[in-house]
């Protein structure tokens, strides 16, 4: 597929997590999966292993199998969240009220997505080792990211979300995954629906820099 007429810049920060927009009518051709998970294969990984798994999840059974665990770690996140909308702020109360709305659309609607991927990483006979985690999770985080940047540029919407994490082995056993292969994060992927996304707002940088020092 020809990629949008996008600069990097555009890209960059226009990759917005897509929940309410997902398009859930529309099929998601394997072929185009595959065109961003190969450009997915080229981000960098600890030592150049390259240790990472990919489970792309089409079958209408087994997204909903997952979609029932998701459902029930996000109701008991969202009732332990109440810090989501009680924000002195009220634009910063609005934002995250939006988000929390979202986020309980998706899950109400995970089963309907027509493509879920889970990026896993084979972490070793020893499993995930307290002194490595950077390494390990930094040989798949960027690559999960470069998929998301690849769909962007091709018309599709997707969504970094880890709240299915809670019953990992739970998942793990559904998908068969073996052991000593551990689950990244969940990405639901569709069309979206619209026209474009706009950067979003965040804090200014002279607020998060330092140079030299704190």
């Avoid at 979206?192 to 707002?201: E, V």
């Amino acid at each position: 597929m020809t990629a949008l007429p996008l600069t990097v810049d555009e890209v960059l920060t226009t990759t917005r997590t897509v929940r309410k927009r997902l398009d859930l009518s529309r099929p998601v051709p394997m072929s185009l999966i595959r065109e961003c998970l190969e450009i997915a294969l080229q981000a960098p990984s600890g030592s150049n292993q390259q240790g990472w798994e990919w489970l792309v999840i089409t079958d209408p059974k087994q997204r909903a199998a997952v979609s029932a665990v998701y459902q029930r770690a996000c109701t008991e996140y969202l009732a332990a969240a109440p810090g989501l909308t009680s924000i002195d702020d009220p634009e910063r109360a609005a934002t995250m009220g939006r988000i929390r709305d979202s986020t309980q659309y998706l899950s109400d609607h995970m089963a309907e997505v027509p493509v879920l991927v889970i990026p896993c990483i084979r972490a070793g006979r020893h499993g995930l080792d307290a002194g490595n985690q950077s390494g390990l999770w930094g040989s798949i985080l960027p690559a999960a990211w470069s998929y998301m940047l690849a769909a962007r540029s091709r018309g599709l919407g997707t969504a970094w979300t880890t709240l299915h994490l809670k019953y990992e082995a739970e998942v793990a056993d559904l998908l068969q995954l073996p052991p000593g292969v551990a689950q990244a994060l969940l990405i639901p992927t569709a069309y979206y629906t619209g026209d474009t996304f706009k950067p979003a707002g965040r804090s200014a940088l002279d607020d998060v820099l330092h140079v030299d020092r704190w």
